[in-house]
């Protein structure tokens, strides 16, 4: 039945994971949280056709667990402590999967702007759901003229055929003094399999890219120019952490 569920999120982009427990996060998911995220969810799978993965609110729920939205706060609570302003200021998310991100950014901040991209058409229906008030796009960041202030990138390199590309597409999109908030798994964890490349070429359902702590910085160093600031550390699930301002 795993093997099943995996297989079928898989599908639309969408990956259960398992992270390490022993490895805890500082914010937990209130009630009110998992009552919004459960009733939108719902509202979601009675759109799909009967028919479509996606009509299964267990399979979604599973998807976008309590530790996957926990893992989203402390997201934002490192970029928090980073003093990475997002009130105000133009927020992208590349690869924004079910638009959770944009969400709570939405919540907690007060941002002139949220966008959304990701190629999944499927699930950017989701995204709208869960930021109505922000633009969801089908289309890359790139065929976009539009600067951002902060622009999000979490587990979306280690599916990229060209990583190094992706980060630089990424970096131009930024506002001259935009900063680039990225996660990707620990590559020594990560059991992914690559599975099908998407139909664009540009990516994998599965992960192809493995970064070790050691490895992330010295691929970020190789791939930004010698005067971006590059902040790396690992976030309390694992994954590597960057913050590179331009």
Known sequence: MKNLLKKVLRVVGLEVRRV?????FSTSVSSSERSTVSQTLRRFADTQPPESSLSNFK??????SDYRISFFHELLNITNNLDIALSNHRIADVGCGTGYLLHLIEKTS???????FDTSTETNQLARMFCPSG???????????????VIFCTEVLEHMTNPTAA??????????TGVLILTVPDGRQDQQTPG????????YWGHVNFWSPESW?????QSVDGHNKIHTCTLPSGENFAAIWR
């Open 196 to 203: 099908q490349m998407r139909e664009d070429g540009s990516a």
């Open 167 to 176: 980060l630089t597409s990424m970096l131009q999109c930024l506002s001259e």
């Open 110 to 116: 007060s941002p002139s702007g949220l966008t959304g």
């Open 217 to 221: 910085p010295q691929f970020l160093q």
């Open 59 to 64: 399979q979604l729920r599973a998807y976008l």
């Open 20 to 24: 390490p427990r022993s490895r805890l």
């Open 135 to 149: 633009t969801i796009q089908d289309s890359p960041l790139e065929a976009v003229e539009e600067k951002f202030d």
